[in-house]
């Protein structure tokens, strides 16, 4: 961890009644850090807890948005709820599985993107949703889609 | 038939998630009353008074909840479950990004009445914007002395700390959230004891859902009795039911409990179904309820009515099925859901799911085979009622429902016809 | 009492029990898969569900508790059919690989298919696929496929051992037990989860594909190794000792074993035994007939002689040996304190290990209880977790990984005083609690005499148990095998032998240079005319004896072992002797030309020691003649998983302390940093250097050193002034 990150962790293991609660926090600060969760890290943030690798491996493996492999630039969720999933979600993902030459869930080689079906993302009212690295697009068409994809490889998208 | 706005009164006020114009339209004011003039012994009779019910989905009375605490003295928690998984539904999502004040104050006065010094507001990993909006909010209210040290005045301590899951629709169960909340795998726990003996760090603790929470706002307000003259005798005040899939207007629409149909709610506030389509089917309380057909939709909308009418409100989150869509592929794609958040601890809903949803794939690529859904059948049958946790059940309820309404459709997905034995079982 | 019905059968139990346990006690059988009666119940697996009136659902009967005037049915049909579904499930992901499985013929999972699964299985779609057979660690195979996420192991490690070494990954039908990445499964406590494990998901490496559980044959036993004297279980196949397991005792060791317990039985048959009697011929050994070996004996322990070792030999043994010694050979130079040790019964009322249970205060004085006595380190957590208060007052620390109150100095017995006196950080406390338990190293006059002081100023009850000793040595002790009135110690004997002044030395069932000082053991050997040794396994003692008669192993004897206690503990016989090897009481029987049997010996051993055999706890040994005097600045720790104990080649699989550990001071001095190896005695000896040693003091594992031909690890430390420091080659750690 840079060592901004390291003294808001080291804040964290303070702030709540009991340092057990600092784990999550402490591995998202990791996640958003790394784009993943590296072994090297793994080992730190034990230490940091006083508790064990395996312990924080148990943990971290519990959660789908703590990735043990790096993730693209762009992490695109497609929310396959079923409420987007009767609205055409499963078509956003053919769509961008196509145009990032992706068989499934995955890394573009350049790095840039990684899409993952996930289930309900709780904006099923404006269906067909993505996420963005964890900024919602609400109601998403293909078009939305070529356009973001389009502005993410000329470096416009705003960083987010 | 009308909206009943309590809680989304003002969410097209621009500038309401700011602390400035929430005050001015009447933010505050209940936790005021609560501090200032009512005390704590005072809000919770408020509460009890109201017959609010947990908008988390399972309906207990949340009165009675916060009297089961016990007064020994002990350090207690109030957590604010804003883990909002359930398929379907996206009430919180709305308070949490758009009326974040609305929901910190509920929070606030809540935390209060029970007795709490510290309040946590769990939020799924996904609401990342969520939690910054709170943060936000917390930072505001606490320059406005809503929370911090001596709230008000009044000598009294109310902290607020936000905490970010991280993707699993188990800890949106109260118990998981805990173990979430203590840095661990979301593991539901063995009860007893309950949450309210022993419950986060071992504390007398109340989880209660955001949408609960925002509503004892307009309970201090105008007053619980006025709050409980609202709704029906059972289901007092208004709800929110989150409206999705094959409709023309989806959204969130407040209205009061036992006033409106689902049909009305379907067909006059969301519009309707798209255009040259019919209904099929709706679940509608989240995806975890039986189905309803349209011969059932003068249901009013209500605990009990849709208890009687062989589903539930749940959520409230109200997932609508048009003509054009194929229950097999419907229920493979919750069964997906399901298997894929079932936590692993129990064998019936760890097997029994992945089961389940390897028999549907098979029907859904027209590879059934006689007996399959004789096979299904039975999982549901060894699923019901055994699990370790309420999210076995939960992922049959729908499919065992579709089952027997739509058995036409799922017989005809087999190639060689009618699985006989079914109907036999069935009837 | 709570009276409730179990399928129509009146049950009266106490409140907080569980329906289980009722049914249990009703003589009602509930299947089961992740309740186990030594771990906390978690209700996961759903296998004991049953029907209790006037609930909608079924209830787990292994969590639910009883009330009273409860109605319950275990055999109405939705059970019946629950219990299907349960297995349904279990066996749809399982692998069904039972032919080539270790637990075929001992599997929950066979056994609750057959009694409550049905006939066939629905299940016709791929199964999972996860990891299958690999080493976890170097006792531990693990089978992913074969798990069915009972979690005992998980708890046991967790809650039991409080090493969470093995935990959940992923989740849902994904789940999988593991260990960490680049972990191995390698806690001196491991083993215990092959034995827990419902199914074969968990194997034994050294167990594997040896046997068929209906081959074997199964005998009670106790465990040889240390103190504690665990209640175990051997598995035999046409003799060979192929396995140990736990057997159940509240008193003693719950359902738990450490990995030197469990694996520890390789010397029986997997190293080098002596199985003929030896006499020395022009320099060599040669093999003889035990008529003439015994004549050698008797010849050549004439005059002053001595006698050293028994330990380890069974009660009935120590019994005769000190008779033989008595009356035959008439001499008062006894000792069985070869390891570094004063005396193996405390001063005062002897403690129980369910004495944990009930004390208000557990004192560790000098005790490293995890090597020396590790089963006793469970129990110890299980109530510190509940709040029992623990205090180790020693010179080393870190004597047991749990929190509890460390008081270092470099004067235990001062130390102790002045508690006994009321001052110090602990006096208050000590003398002020109602029951105390004091587990002590054994090591040193002083402290022994300053636990006497303890104990006689405390009002309340305050027990004592030697934690440090050999695996029977409270029966030695009580035996009688200590120096008699103007006799020599250990240490008397063999100084005597190096000037000259012993004519002859019977070495019983213990290595020479298990004494700490292998310049003196040297010097004696070098001197002394006569040794005759008498053990199961050969050493450096038998290589030098004149006289070498072989014995039974443990395994092989029907016999009696005495524990830290004072319990006399029954051990069977499993197979017949292999060689000429005889039970270690016969060889005295013969020497005194007692006609004895088994029954003889056992009711003489019973009538002369009955507080071995009572109910009542023992009330502390005599004074003991000299013995270990402690040497400032060389502290001596005992570990059973050193293999200067009992040579076993898997042994060098269990983790174990170092050899020789340093204080900093020390460490300087020798030019020696943390991980440095350096040559001793023609073995590679890995050194550590610790700050939580007194800075100038030097740690041997008593007992340890070394293979081959042995050098005196202290001169080769520099530790004497003076001393040949040429044979400390010290390199760098690779
Ligand atoms: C599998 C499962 C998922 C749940 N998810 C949520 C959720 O996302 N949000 C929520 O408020 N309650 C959820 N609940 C219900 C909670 O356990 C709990 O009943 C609720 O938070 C209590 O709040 P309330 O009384 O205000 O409704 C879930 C329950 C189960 C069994
Ligand atoms: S039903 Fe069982 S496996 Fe499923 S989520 Fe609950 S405890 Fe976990
Ligand atoms: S034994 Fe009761 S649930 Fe496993």
Redesign the interface.
Known sequence: MNAENTRRAEQLLGSFPNRSSALIPILHLVEDEFGFIP?GE?ESVAAMLD????????VL??YTLFHRQPTGKYLVQVCRGLSCHLRGGDDLARFLYEELGLRRNGTTEDGLFTVEEVECLALCKDAPVIQVNLEYRPNVSRADLAKFLRQAREGVTADA | MPEKRLLLRNLHVPGIAGIETYERTGGYRSLRRAVLELGPDAVLQEVMTSNLRGRGGAGFPTGRKWSFLPKDGRPRYLVCNGDESEPGTCKDQEIIYRLPHLLLEGVLTSAYAIGAEQAFIYLRGEFKEGYRILEQAIAEARAGHYLGDDVLGSGRRLEVSLYLGAG?YICGEETALLESLEGR?GLPR?KPPFPATAGLYGMPTVVNNVETLAAVVPIVEMGGAAYAQLGTEGSAGTKIFSVSGHVRRPGNFEVELGKVTLGELLNDLAGGPPEGRKFKAVIPGGSSVPYLTPDKFDTPLDYESLKAAGTMLGSGGVIVLDDSVSIVDASLRLMEFY??????????C??????LQ??LE?LHGGEG?R?DLL?IQ?LC???D????CPLGDAAIAALGSALRIFRDEFDQSIPGGRDRRVEEVAR | MITLQIDGREVEVVPGTTILKAAEKAGIEIPV?CYHPRLA???????C?VRIEKM???QPAC?TVVAEGMVVRTDTDDVM??H???M???L??HPLDCPVCDAGGECELQDNAMRYGSNES?????K?HFKKAWDLGPMVELDQERC??CLRCIRFMSDVAGD????????????VV????G?RFDSIFAGNTIQICPVGALTSRPYRFRARPWDLDVVDSICPHCPVGCHVALSLRHGDLLRVQSRDSEEVNWAWLCDRGRFGYGFVHRGPRLTQPMLRHSGALTVVGWHDALGALRAGLRGRVGALGGGRSSLEAQYLMRRWLREAVQTENVDHRVLPLTSAIPPGPVGRIDDIDTADLVVLIDAEVLEEAPVLALRLRHFATLGLRLVGVSERGSLLDLPYEDIRTEDVAGTLLEMAEGRGSLGGALLGAKKVLLLWSGRGMGQREAIGEIVRRRAGETYTMVVGSLGNSYGAEAAGLLPGEGGLDARGMLEAAARGDLDGLFVMAQDLYDFPDHELVDAAIARIPFLAFAGTVPGHTSEQAHVVLPLAAWSESDCHLVNMEGRAQRCYAGVSHPGETRDDWRLFADLLGLDWGLQEVMQAVRADLPELFGQHRPQGGPVPRDGYVATPGLIFGASIFHKGVLPDPLLDRLPRPPDVTLGEERARMLGLADGDTFELGGERVKVRVSPDLPAGSLLVRAGTLPAGRPAPCSTALGWREGGDRRCCRSSSSS
């Open positions: 072994e793994v508790v064990t690798k395996a312990y924080v491996e148990s493996s519990f | 699993a795998r063995l298997r894929h958040e079932s936590c692993g601890k129990c064998t019936p760890r097997e029994g799911t992945m089961w390897q028999a098979r085979r007996g096979t039975g049958e060894h699923i009622g055994q699990t370790f | 898969f119940p978690v209700g996961a697996c759903r296998m569900l909608p659902k079924l969590t059919q629950s299907e579904g349960v349904d499930f279990l749809s992901t629905r299940f016709a779609d791929p999972r069915i996420m969470p070494a093995l935990t959940l990954h992923e989740r849902g039908t994904h789940v593991d260990v960490a990445d972990r």
